[in-house]
């Protein structure tokens, strides 16, 4: 089955600097890579994911990229704020299941 | 907006009691997943349905097992409650339609065994 690995499992920053989080997967019919913010005591909510038919995708300050031959896709923050401190979670998925399989995590701290 | 409820924020059981979690999502989608989570070890896949009476395992199914007669419910049931299932546990929905999208998320329930 599909296995998601994640990296690092802690990271802190100063504030401004860039974060990057980077994940492997093992199952090459994965075709489906979002990532999921959890603050803490709340849900996980998604914010922002990517297809298997684009190479990177950006939301304002978050961009996501995928390299499909080696398996692998990298969340980067820019410009990292306090309020970004939170634990973040990459996931895999492939139309052959329904499943969705995530990754260990990695608590990000910004520091001010 | 999408609402996964979970019918409990906190829960404390003894060890060899049956537990229920409920799980109650309102935008019509298909698929509902269980979680759980511990630190360390992420978001694990527990068993998810993909239709009403329809259930497929997991990563982590031991132990475990679900129910979903109605297209807006999953139950999870702890058929013997252990210390090593004290964890937090999500269960998220998701819809459909060939394609993956966003999967939304219940806020929750702590399950303390003892």
């Known amino acids: 089955g599909e296995n998601v690995e994640q990296h690092p499992s802690t990271l802190s920053v100063q504030e401004g600097d860039s974060a990057v989080i980077k994940c492997t997967y093992s199952?090459?019919?994965?075709?489906?890579f979002p990532w999921y913010k959890q603050e803490l005591g709340k849900r996980p909510q998604l914010i922002i994911d990517i297809r298997s038919n684009v190479g990177e995708k950006k939301d304002q300050r978050i961009a996501v990229t995928l390299n499909k031959t080696a398996k692998h896709f990298s969340l980067h923050i820019t410009e990292t704020q306090p309020e970004d401190s939170a634990v973040y979670f990459c996931a895999a998925a492939g139309d052959s299941s329904y499943k969705l399989i995530f990754g260990s995590g990695t608590r990000l701290l910004v520091r001010p | 907006d999408v609402k996964v409820t979970q019918s409990s924020r906190y829960l404390v059981k003894r060890t060899g009691e049956k537990v229920f979690l409920e799980c109650v999502q309102d935008?019509?989608?298909?698929?509902m997943f269980w979680y759980r989570q511990d630190p360390g070890l992420g978001l694990r896949l527990i068993y998810f349905?993909?239709?009403?009476?329809?259930?497929e395992k997991g990563d982590i199914p031991e132990g475990y097992s679900v129910s979903r007669e109605k297209k807006e419910r999953f139950s999870l049931i702890l058929e013997s409650a252990s210390t090593n299932q004290t964890s937090m546990y999500l269960c998220a929905s998701s819809p459909q339609g060939g394609v993956h999208t966003e999967a939304f998320f219940g806020q929750g329930t702590r399950l303390t065994v003892v």
């Open positions: 349905s993909y239709d009403v009476k329809m259930k």
């Open positions: 199952d090459s019919a994965s075709n489906y």
């Open positions: 935008m019509d989608h298909e698929n």
